[in-house]
């Protein structure tokens, strides 16, 4: 190589370029007035000559290195909004448009909506345990008509966690689980604890952990050992990602309810009304946690450039101004305004190596073990990287329902699928309406683990969840035909409703607990002999309709 560079430059000119050209476009003129010398020097050479071997060597891999780039699978981003709010048992607003963001030009591939303290005294616990919850409605009742599906969710009394999804996502979000873990009462109550999803986006492991822990300005210790036990407790029965830890992206957001310590109440309200939130910063108590708690260090999380989103007087944009109530009259103490509501993030870094000096033989054979899982995780880091990028963290002061504003954040994650292809492909063969039986076509694109209990719905263009669909067959009671490629899956006419309308079908993997065929969207014909036997659309939407929410409450 350095024969060659000498070489070049024998024959370099003083060409120069313009100042007013990017770098990207000077890079390639410097680039391909190199290659038309390179061009000469080959004309010149003797294929004898060693140099000529040389030389055809370093094309030879230079080329390589170029198809390797080329042929590199692209990158795609997708947009994450997430929303945390402790509720203080409030009902839902009845514009959310500010909270969503939905007016924004960039609409989210996936929101995820962290909620604490939704009201849940035992009568109306019990109902949301059958019916959908006030604010778990009005959430997919906001985002079904822009096309997305609730995916998951958990509640665990207060604590409530949605996952939404673009229907176009939605066959890609596998591995699905949720689960919980109390802290409240000795462990034995639900009031404080958290709440997660996992899931697997395009192949990528993530989990989303929604906490409420302990409050007051002396806890701070507590409830690091509260979110150092949930972490511990909470598994997942999978191979692949069986702890929070092991995940490839973690969000942990929530009431943390760490304060703003040292500082009295009336320097902290000087600093938020001349906007010097930084002057807060040092003394804010998961700041100051994260210096020593070795768990917190791997959580990241955006400047705190925002109002401190607790505590408000209700209905108001009002730092708590109430006077409180004690045993012996009344006293002016006032809640200090805290950051409580936060959203931060741990991306899975290399294992720092460890010292084997000072481990037992039995401490080693574990670490081998955990060594070989690493090297599969690095493999894969390498081969599928995945990044992240918080866009937007901020609160919202537009929302007074509670004592506390939510806090918003907006990521970008940047990924490189893993897959690309669902595992089942499925359509709607001929006509589709309540006059005649119809037929689904689906065939798998990949091997999976199919059940008996696996099903295929019809739904309607906007359907809110998984478990909103008009119909459903059993995929093997109801097969048909059957060769290699494609299976034939019989529908009953009776199953159809008359009104008809746009629809989809969904395979539904009872295995794998998800979605993982979408059909296209199509027409399901209004019924002809409906409309012959007088059934007018009023009274066909009066067999369709169901007992709404609202009329439950009333």
């Known amino acids: 190589m350095d024969e060659i560079g000498r070489l070049l430059a024998g024959r370099l000119r003083s060409d120069s370029l313009s100042s007013d050209a990017t770098q990207s476009t000077a890079s390639r003129l410097v680039l391909r007035h190199r290659l038309h010398q390179l061009m000469t020097c080959v004309d010149d050479l003797d294929p004898r000559n060693e140099l000529h071997e040389k030389m055809v060597k370093t094309l030879d891999d230079a080329f390589l290195a170029c198809s390797r780039r080329a042929n590199r699978p692209r990158k795609d981003s997708f947009r994450l909004?997430?929303?945390?709010w402790n509720v203080a048992t409030a009902d839902p607003p009845d514009d959310v448009t500010l909270l969503l963001h939905?007016?924004?030009?960039?609409s989210p591939d996936l929101y995820v909506i962290g909620l604490q303290e939704v009201y849940s005294r035992p009568l109306r616990f019990v109902l949301d345990s059958v019916f959908d919850d006030p604010w778990s409605k009005m959430l997919m009742d906001t985002l079904a008509p822009r096309k997305y599906v609730k995916v998951s969710s958990i509640r665990m009394q207060g604590l409530l966690l949605l996952f939404f999804s673009k229907l176009k996502h939605v066959p890609f979000i596998r591995d699905i689980q949720a689960t919980y873990t109390r802290t409240g009462i000795f462990g034995y109550w639900g009031n404080k604890g958290g709440v997660s999803v996992r899931l697997s986006f395009y192949g990528h492991m993530l989990c989303f952990l929604n906490c409420h822990l302990a409050a007051h300005m002396n806890y701070a210790s507590e409830r690091v050992d509260e979110?150092?036990?949930i972490m511990d407790a909470q598994t997942f029965d999978r191979q692949k990602a069986p702890r929070i830890v092991d995940h490839r992206l973690v969000f942990w957001f929530g009431d943390l309810n760490f304060r703003i310590e040292d500082h009295g109440m009336h320097f902290v309200r000087s600093c938020i009304s001349d906007q010097t939130y930084n002057l807060l910063w040092s003394k804010d108590q998961l700041t100051m946690m994260k210096k020593k708690e070795r768990i917190l260090q791997e959580f990241e999380?955006?400047?705190?450039d925002f109002p401190p989103t607790y505590k408000f007087d209700r209905n108001s944009d009002i730092y708590d101004s109430r006077v409180y109530r004690t045993w012996f009259g009344f006293t002016g103490k006032k809640r200090k305004p805290a950051w409580t509501d936060r959203i931060l993030w741990r991306l899975r870094h290399k294992a720092p190596p460890p010292d084997e000096q000072s481990e037992n033989t039995v401490d080693q054979e574990a670490r081998k073990v955990e060594d070989e899982d690493e090297d599969e995780d690095e493999d894969e880091d390498e081969e599928y990287p995945l990044r992240i990028r918080q866009d937007l963290y901020t609160s919202n002061m537009e929302y007074s329902v509670?004592?506390?504003?939510p806090v918003i954040g907006v990521f970008t994650l940047e990924l490189r699928k893993m897959f690309d292809d669902p595992l089942v492909r499925l359509q709607p063969e001929g006509d589709w309406s309540a006059d005649i039986d119809?037929?689904?076509l689906y065939s798998p694109l990949q091997p999976f683990s199919s059940s008996a209990w696996d099903w295929i719905g019809l739904y309607k263009v906007g359907f809110t969840s998984v478990s909103d669909y008009l119909t459903y067959t059993w995929v093997k009671d109801d097969e048909v035909a059957f060769?290699?490629?494609?299976i034939q899956v019989y529908v009953s006419k009776e199953e159809i409703p008359v009104r008809g309308g746009e629809c989809v079908l969904c395979y539904y993997s009872n295995t794998l607990q998800c979605i993982v065929g979408i059909s296209d969207a199509f027409k399901v014909q209004e019924s002809k002999v409906a409309s012959e036997e007088g059934l007018?659309?009023?009274?066909i939407d009066a067999l369709d309709k169901t007992v709404s929410r609202e009329d439950l409450w009333n």
Do not use: C, Q, R, W
């Open 81 to 84: 909004h997430m929303v945390t």
């Open 102 to 106: 939905l007016n924004s030009p960039k």
């Open 227 to 229: 979110f150092e036990y």
């Open 301 to 304: 999380e955006g400047p705190l």
């Open 402 to 405: 509670s004592d506390h504003k």
């Open 438 to 440: 119809a037929m689904v």
């Open 483 to 486: 060769n290699e490629e494609i």
């Open 536 to 539: 007018v659309p009023e009274k």
